[in-house]
């Protein structure tokens, strides 16, 4: 499950994209593989972002792009992360939207690779989630 309430204008071309972002990962009950660096349990991450968006010209569907960089907290239940609470991290998305009247919907699917790798699964890799969002923008 992934939320993001986010700001940007809706005009053709490049502007700037603010979120927040909010994604919950539920544990598989899989075992633990042999060198992972983190326990089992649910995941939640939640981040504050700051993008650049592209926005294709024309009427009706819009495809989009972006492109930016944020601040994201990362935990897992019933573990401690050893590193901290905030860990910088990128992220890259596109997306489709469809107008209806003074609104639109939207389709979004973004990668968000973290500079951390707990909750990666493995030693010295970077954390990632990759969330598809479906929502209505204004």
Known sequence: MAATLSASRRAPGFSPHLGVTWTRLYDDDGPVGVGTNSGRGDYSSAGVRVSALYRSRGRGVAAYGLLGTGLYTVSIERDQNPYGDVFWGNHAGVGIE??????????????????????????NFPT???PLSVGVRF
């Not at 469809?98 to 030693?123: H, Q, R």
């Open 98 to 123: 469809v107008p209806i009247g003074g609104a639109a919907v939207s389709a979004e699917v973004s990668a968000v690779a973290m500079v951390t790798d707990y909750g990666a699964g493995a030693f």
């Open 128 to 130: 990632v989630h990759v």
